[in-house]
């Protein structure tokens, strides 16, 4: 297998900690300006030029979400991402959604404003993504409550989504002291070792961070 990604992609780290979480092999295809070569490649199989990209067995499978089914499919490990029982898989599915949707999607709205040009940046947009961390960080305090991982006991697909994007979005607009379960479960995907593995591969590319990174985490 090959993924086309880069270790300071959030997307991408969401789908390297499936990768690590069962040891699985693969090929980095690391995006970066100095292998042009490697993003003609990812172009070619996804215009959209989003990553991660994974091409297993000839198949390009695209979007973080159906890359970590695609491997909990062909490639199954002792980790099971996705649970057997449907209706467990839907709570996973739910949570996988609200992590991309309400909280790595504003998140990355503040981020990539910050890199457009002065008079090129949408501060309403920018003014919604932040209202709508706020809104995310207050119903998952709630929804944390007496969780270990985002679907209760064990972890999953939500957990691959919910440790980048929170992890990101706390840098941009901080978790406050008034989500003390958003905080710890943050932490407790911090301790986890395949995201530390991710986030400590994509700690030379800190100084890149457009809005700069805090010297913690
Ligand atoms: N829905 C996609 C989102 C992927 C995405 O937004 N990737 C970002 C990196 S985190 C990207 O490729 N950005 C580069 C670009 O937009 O040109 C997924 O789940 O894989």
Request: net charge negative; proline share 10%; with cysteine.
């Amino acid at each position: 297998m090959k993924l086309y990604a880069h270790p300071f992609s959030s997307y991408c780290q969401k789908v390297l900690i499936a990768l690590y979480e069962n040891g699985t092999p693969f090929e980095y295809r690391l995006l970066a300006p100095e292998h042009p070569e490697t993003a003609a490649e990812h172009e070619a199989l996804w215009p959209f030029r989003k990553m991660p990209v994974l091409v297993d067995d000839g198949r390009t499978v695209v979007e973080s979400s159906v890359i970590i089914e695609h491997l909990a499919l062909h490639h199954p490990g002792p980790v099971r991402l996705i649970p057997e029982d449907p209706r467990a898989a839907l709570d996973v599915r739910m949570m996988d959604r609200f992590f991309d949707n309400y909280v790595m999607t504003p998140m990355q709205k503040i981020v990539l404003d910050r890199l457009r040009a002065p008079e090129e940046r949408d501060p309403r947009g920018v003014a919604d993504a932040r209202a709508m961390l706020d809104t995310a960080y207050g119903w998952l305090e709630k929804a944390m409550a007496g969780r270990e991982w985002a679907a209760r006991d064990a972890f999953s697909l939500a957990d691959c989504a919910a440790a980048p994007s929170l992890f990101y979005a706390d840098w941009v607009h901080p978790i406050g002291a008034g989500f003390p379960n958003v905080r710890a479960y943050r932490q407790r995907l911090l301790a986890r070792p395949s995201f530390a593995r991710a986030v400590d591969e994509a700690r030379p590319y800190r100084p890149f961070f457009p809005l700069g990174a805090p010297d913690r985490d």
